[in-house]
């Protein structure tokens, strides 16, 4: 599920050389059948789909996935993605025109992996180097080709915002049957949850039944997020075959089969062993 509590876009369009803006609570009419138009409209400059920018979101989420995976405990409870780009139409070409030279980021960690394989032999006696760390594999990968290389003006931008309510999974606890028998002790105004008087953290009322799991909810919703994106990308590349039948000189606008490089953590992340249970979409 994606919700789009706060969705309150404001797209330039390109004909009208004038902003489309709604209220940021329109979003929470959109159905569930609406939403890939209502995504697609943010990048829909009045005359054309920005479809260029669809690999590079999807690299991003893919790479924000893996993330999220490894924050273990963790929960974002109220936080939402936020997408923003330059519309200019200048940027936007200059933008386009770099996706076209560069189709697709190096793998630095498939680069690494090969020469690692084709190395020499180190000779008897060498101190071994040390292993590489999963955090170090992880930036070696797509989010450091995102990190380290340079924003391009006209890019889609994408940041995790809104981290009010969000949890790491060491500043709670779980209520006991000893709790009850304290004195109320409570966090002042707001939530009003108690507090334990010996560490000072607060007793969670519905705590996740598995707290020892990533926010799968999260995560759920940054798939749905990426199957809608690629939804739109075939539906546009359908749309220009067809116009290339009546048009010959459209075929050089027509789009390559999209390449989901990366979309392999989805199938990590929501894949259930034989035996085991299913812990379901939500963040519990």
Known sequence: MVLLTRYSPKVWNHVTQSYRTQDKYKGREVRPDEFSSVLGSFLYDGERLLAYQIPIILRKLYALAVIINRLKGFRFYGCSLLMIYDGDRDAQEAFRASVLDNPSPRNKRGE???RQLHAPVA???TKPTLRRSHSEDLLSGPVAARSSRRRKRGEVQIRLVDFAHTTTGSDWLPYTPRTYETEGVTSGKGYQADVDPDTGL????FPPHYPDQPDRGFLYGLL??????????NEERIRRMKASRDDPTAVVNQLPPLSTEGKEIFDEIFSIPEGEDDLGMIST
Not at 202 to 205: E, F, P, T
Not at 224 to 233: D, F, G, Q, S, V
């Open 112 to 114: 690494s992996l090969d």
């Open 123 to 125: 000779p008897e006696g």
């Open 202 to 205: 607060i007793y969670a009322r």
């Open 224 to 233: 749905n997020l990426a199957e809608t994106l690629e939804k739109i990308w």
